[in-house]
Nanobody
Framework: QARLVESGGGLVQPGGSLRLSCAAS????????MSWHRQAPGKERELVAT????????NYADSVKGRFTISRDNAKNTVYLQMNSLKPEDTAVYYC?????????WGQGTQVTVSS
C-alpha cells in the first residue's frame, strides 16, 4: 500500500526557514517524479516544486524560485523541501505528491504558518 508521510511543518517568523520531509513507502520511489504542492485557505492547490525521478533539474514556481530547494534521497525514499526567507504568503498546508504516468499518490499534508 502506497503511503506518503510529510513532516517538518510549524510556525516560523518571516525571514525564517523550515525543512519539510516526505517519507515514501509501498511503491518504487526511484521511478516516480516527486513534487510539493501547497494550499492556502480559500485558494486552489498549487504546484511549488518538482524533482524528476532521474537526473533532470528540478522545477519551481516563480513565487518560490531562489528561496526554496527540493531534493530527494533515493536511498531513504524521502523527498525534502528546504524553505528559506519565508514570507507570510507562504502560509499553507504543504502536500507531497508522487507521480508516474496516471498514478498519483498524496500525503496528508503539513501546516506551515509564517507569522510574527
Amino acid at each position: 500500500q502506497a503511503r506518503l508521510v510529510e513532516s517538518g511543518g510549524g510556525l516560523v517568523q518571516p525571514g525564517g526557514s523550515l525543512r519539510l520531509s516526505c517519507a515514501a513507502s509501498g511503491f518504487t520511489f526511484t521511478m516516480y517524479t516527486m513534487s510539493w504542492h501547497r494550499q492556502a485557505p480559500g485558494k486552489e492547490r498549487e504546484l511549488v516544486a518538482t524533482i524528476p525521478s532521474r537526473s533532470s533539474k528540478p522545477n519551481y514556481a516563480d513565487s518560490v524560485k531562489g528561496r526554496f530547494t527540493i531534493s530527494r534521497d533515493n536511498a531513504k525514499n524521502t523527498v525534502y523541501l528546504q524553505m528559506n526567507s519565508l514570507k507570510p504568503e507562504d502560509t499553507a498546508v504543504y502536500y507531497c505528491n508522487g507521480n508516474l504516468r496516471n498514478t498519483n499518490y498524496w500525503g496528508q499534508g503539513t501546516q506551515v504558518t509564517v507569522s510574527s
